[in-house]
């Protein structure tokens, strides 16, 4: 089993910023990948930022320039900070986690962007 843990989410404004932690603990031996997902209301689920174990990182086009994701191996933990939101960016983010062939989700947290 393996658990994710996710904070930071909330209300902002407009050009403000929020950062998104998310803790995996568990069964791990060896993450593969960690990373976020969001979806909007009305939208399908869409990739924010990963980064994988050797440190490749790979960011949506609308987050490139204005979210950065770091990891912290020892820790089990992904950041995922966000600067510069916009209202479109509103949505429910979900940490994701992969080890092996196995995807792990989390709970998600809400993001609200106001205008």
């Known amino acids: 089993q393996v658990q994710l843990v996710e904070s930071g989410g909330g209300l902002v404004q407009a050009g403000g910023s929020l950062r998104l932690s998310c803790a995996a603990s568990?069964?791990?031996?060896?993450?593969?990948?960690m990373g976020w997902h969001r979806q909007a209301p009305g939208k399908q689920r869409e990739l924010v930022a990963s980064?994988?174990?050797?440190?490749?990182?790979n960011f949506a086009d609308s987050a490139i320039g204005r979210f950065t994701l770091y990891r912290d191996s020892a820790k089990n933990t992904v950041y995922l900070k966000m600067n510069s939101l916009k209202p479109e960016d509103t949505a429910v983010y979900y940490c994701?986690?992969?080890?092996?062939?196995?995807?792990?989700w989390g709970q998600g947290t809400q993001v609200t962007v106001s205008s």
């Open positions: 994701t986690v992969t080890i092996g062939v196995h995807d792990y």
């Open positions: 568990g069964s791990i031996f060896s993450i593969d990948a």
């Open positions: 980064i994988t174990r050797g440190g490749s990182a």
